[in-house]
């Protein structure tokens, strides 16, 4: 059973063009196959009732996936020593503020198709980021 607790988000309001680094450390052991274990960084806004996949990575290989909107301006990475998941956010708009999950689950080869959160059935409890223009 994996635990994921998700912490640097929840304070106060960003401004806009700023950074903010969210961190996800993990417990336990997955049990899914090691090609195609991947961690990833949803979010889901008021407007739309959907998780995004925002970025993800195979923490083996250590190959990423950005989603066009946050490309250029969002880095993924995983500490395996620590078994904890980053997301650096860099450039921040108003548009970025959304409830941030990470999760662990299943990703397919060259993320064709991009992470779905339905293929991961393990999540943090979820980070707020605001933006404020």
């Known amino acids: 059973q994996v635990k994921l607790v998700e912490s640097g988000g929840g304070g106060d309001s960003v401004q806009a063009g700023g950074s903010l680094r969210l961190s996800c450390a993990q417990s336990?052991?997955?049990?899914?196959?090691?090609?195609?274990?991947?961690m990833a960084w949803f979010r889901r806004t008021s407007a739309v009732n959907e998780r995004e996949g925002v970025a993800?990575?195979?923490?083996?290989?250590?190959?990423?996936f950005y989603a066009d909107s946050v490309k250029g301006r969002f880095t993924i990475s995983h500490d395996n020593a620590k078994n904890t998941l980053y997301l650096q956010m860099d450039s921040l708009k108003p548009e970025d503020t959304a409830m941030y999950f990470c999760?662990?689950?299943?990703?397919?080869?060259?993320?064709?198709?991009?992470?779905?959160?339905?293929?991961?059935?393990?999540w943090g409890q979820g980070s707020q980021v605001t933006v404020a223009s």
């Open positions: 993800a990575i195979f923490t083996g290989p250590g190959m990423t």
């Open positions: 999760a662990a689950g299943l990703c397919y080869r060259d993320f064709d198709p991009p992470p779905r959160w339905r293929d991961f059935g393990y």
């Open positions: 336990g052991v997955s049990g899914y196959g090691y090609n195609n274990y991947c």
